[in-house]
């Protein structure tokens, strides 16, 4: 099948398109560098004629400064690269289409047959910008399809234009071997006889591209050694693009300034203020967190209602045995532990993905990067940390937009104190066990302060080891932050929906398959000792009649399943390590669940619902949180008190629990000093927080 590869700069609804000719869902948004990583899928471009289509990341030029960017060199200019195009489909926007031309020119110098697609055409119309879009075609030399993504516009007379297209024009756009004087061009173009020279003058100054031997590397090096200003030669071609490009544009490209809205420009003086602007972003956080605990709490209350029903249910009607115990006691409360929570993760992946859609985003990007260069960081950062309240994973893969190798290693670093979707199952049971449900005003609901206390903790702390480590790790070089402000635009519900339903769905199936296997082997632990269990059964009856003798108890069956819960395996291993954390206010209980979470850690509350489902022989099955209010510590008081929430949370606030993260933190940094680091430095600090808060409290 014919191969096309998108390109184009970010922003310019590249990926709105690539949704459109596969029908595949893949994540829109407003901000640059959105697309991380290539994605493919199957265009029909007829009844007869298919397409793989590469969504290639967003990028300003071709020249390998950044991870996208270098993804999209590798991809382009490596004819030996198996994603290497057939053609390409350059997707520009109309209001921006001067910078757009720019990497344009580039890949068209290249070589590579293109078409040229002009997105949002429907708004250039209304803010007077018209184009001749048939001259334009002629000067390029490339077919010119101008579309409309919101609309559906042009996309036919697009998929025509792919089954009709034909080679490129083999003269380049800008010939630069006339202007660059002073320079080896002859042996530039020896090097690589078989391609063009910019391409030639690409892989000669610009990388080590991995694809080229070992000895034209050598010859490559020995070139560039006979050039002695290699960076002036490198404005001197920007210089020369635009030029073409301006040439170019007086001809084809006409604007009326005074048709235009300057609505934009209200909304930015409004929304990037130097005081009102941090005020509308603190604004937004309280809404979404309110959200997130006001608009769920009756899913919520239904799901964990019904879990316990079909737990009732089964134990009722399957056989009694090891198989009906492990349905009903490990699988069934591991998999309601994290199911309970999709509705509040689907409302905060809802807000993130309409502040991106409409563009506020970016300005929340342009308003920071003032503060977050006190920290060694840059605008671009706060995505990767606003992304991380989501998963840190994809968190961690979006820092590649950051050029800075520095700011990139620290905004690394700090994601994974900013409190993302799996620890929020954590926080809300801890938060509705030991927090009143109060409201002030009839707005302002305190389980929802103290949800957004946690989230602003754990920016804080992001943000204090982001100035530890800036004063470590040395600077190279000063930098400079560029960032795009998109058009402000209304979300299309599809793109809201798709985005909350991929997310929410990844979350759930990849949670799941650890709490489902971590749930079955806790329940066999719980359920199961050493040789001597069974005597430790028949001392649990002895107990039991013991106690009922002297009048102690009276539930018989609940404190015999508990003695044999505490001489099990998972028991054991939980008394093993209850002299390290009870200064903190925690049993062995919580011991297990904790360190059972090191593998993700919403896993603790499947834990403890697997826990005290196993340690629970009432037949009426409760809850997990109704189970977890009711424990009780040997002198009679509540386990979850307030001292000992509140050293949980802050124990989870600042814990490196999740072995996922650790694992991409490895393969982005390409070492495992870094997340070593991680896992030692969060723990000993969780630790620490949270013996001196329960030591305080209790």
Not at 22 to 37: A, C, Q
Not at 392 to 404: G, K, Y
Not at 487 to 510: A, G
Request: a positive charge; charged letters at 20%.
């Amino acid at each position: 099948m014919l191969k096309i590869a998108l390109a184009g700069n970010p922003n310019t609804g590249k990926t709105s398109l690539f949704n459109i000719l596969t029908g595949l869902r893949h994540k829109v948004g407003n901000y640059p560098g959105i697309t991380v990583e290539k994605k493919e899928g199957i265009a029909f471009l007829s009844p007869s004629k298919q397409a793989v289509i590469l969504d290639l990341p967003g990028t300003y030029s071709i020249h390998p400064t950044s991870a996208d960017e270098q993804i999209v060199f590798d991809v382009l200019v490596n004819e030996k690269n198996q994603d290497h195009p057939d053609l390409v489909v350059y997707v520009a926007e109309a209001e921006n289409l001067k910078r757009n031309l720019f990497l344009f020119s580039q890949l068209r110098d290249l070589g590579l047959p293109l078409i040229l697609v002009i997105n949002m055409i429907d708004k250039a119309k209304k803010k007077g910008i018209e184009i001749d879009f048939s001259q334009l075609s002629a000067l390029l030399s490339v077919p010119v399809i101008p579309i409309s993504t919101r609309k559906k516009n042009g996309i036919d007379d697009l998929k025509t234009a792919i089954i009709n297209h034909s080679c490129t024009a083999t003269e380049p756009m800008v010939v630069l071997s006339q202007s660059f004087k002073n320079l080896p061009c002859e042996k530039i173009r020896g090097l690589f006889p078989q391609y063009s020279y910019y391409k030639s003058w690409l892989l000669t100054t610009y990388a080590k591209p991995g694809f080229l031997s070992k000895e034209k590397i050598t010859e490559i090096e020995a070139i560039r050694s006979e050039i002695s200003d290699l960076e002036r030669y490198h404005q001197r071609e920007a210089i020369l693009r635009y030029q073409k490009i301006n040439e170019i544009l007086q001809k084809t490209y006409k604007i009326d300034r005074l048709k235009g809205s300057d609505l934009r420009a209200i909304l930015d003086r409004i929304f990037i203020h130097k005081v009102f602007g941090y005020v509308i972003f603190a604004a937004v956080l309280i809404l979404i967190f309110q959200s997130v605990f006001a608009w769920t709490s009756a899913p919520m209350d239904w799901i964990d209602s019904r879990f316990a029903m079909l737990a009732e249910l089964l134990k009722y009607k399957l056989p009694p045995g090891r198989f009906t115990d492990l349905v009903t006691d490990g699988i069934i409360p591991g998999i309601g532990g994290i199911v309970i929570f999709v509705p509040q993760i689907a409302v905060l992946i809802f807000f993130i993905s309409i502040l991106e859609e409409t563009g506020y985003m970016s300005r929340v990007v342009f308003l920071m990067d003032k503060i977050m260069r006190r920290y060694g960081m840059s605008g671009k950062s706060v995505l990767p940390l606003v992304s991380g309240t989501a998963c840190a994973i994809p968190a961690v893969l979006s820092t590649r937009n950051i050029e800075n190798w520095r700011e990139r290693l620290i905004t690394i670093f700090v994601i994974p104190f900013t409190t993302c979707s799996a620890r929020l199952p954590v926080y809300t049971i801890l938060i509705s066990l030991i927090i009143p449900k109060k409201s002030y005003f009839g707005l302002i609901n305190l389980q929802g302060l103290v949800l957004m206390a946690l989230y602003m903790i754990g920016f804080a702390s992001a943000f204090m080891a982001a100035s530890v480590l800036n004063r470590l790790v040395k600077r190279e070089a000063l930098n400079f932050f560029v960032a795009e402000l998109p058009e402000y635009q209304l979300p299309l519900p599809k793109n809201i929906f798709y985005s909350v339903w991929d997310k929410t769905k990844s979350f759930v199936l990849e949670a799941g398959k650890i709490i489902l296997s971590i749930s079955v082997i806790l329940w066999f632990m719980a359920s199961t000792g050493s040789r001597n269990y069974h005597g430790t059964e028949l001392k649990a009856e002895a107990s039991v009649a013991e106690m009922v003798q002297n009048d102690q108890m009276t539930d018989t069956e609940e404190i015999e399943a508990a003695i044999k819960l505490e001489n099990s395996y998972l028991g054991r291993l939980g008394k093993a390590i209850e002299p390290v954390i009870a200064p903190l206010g925690y049993d062995w209980k919580i011991g297990i669940a904790i360190l059972s979470s090191f593998a993700a850690r919403e896993v603790f509350v499947g834990t403890l619902a697997t826990i005290y489902s196993v340690g629970d022989a009432d037949e009426q099955t409760e809850t997990v949180r109704n189970r977890m209010r009711m424990e009780l510590r040997p002198d009679g008081t509540p386990v979850f008190n307030f001292a000992t929430g509140i050293s949980l949370l802050l124990f989870y606030a600042f814990a490196m629990q999740c072995m996922s993260t650790l694992a991409i933190v490895k393969r982005e940094t390409n070492s495992w000093k870094w997340p070593l680091i991680q896992l030692a430095s969060m723990g000993t600090l969780a630790y620490i927080v949270s013996l001196i808060t329960y030591q305080l409290l209790k």
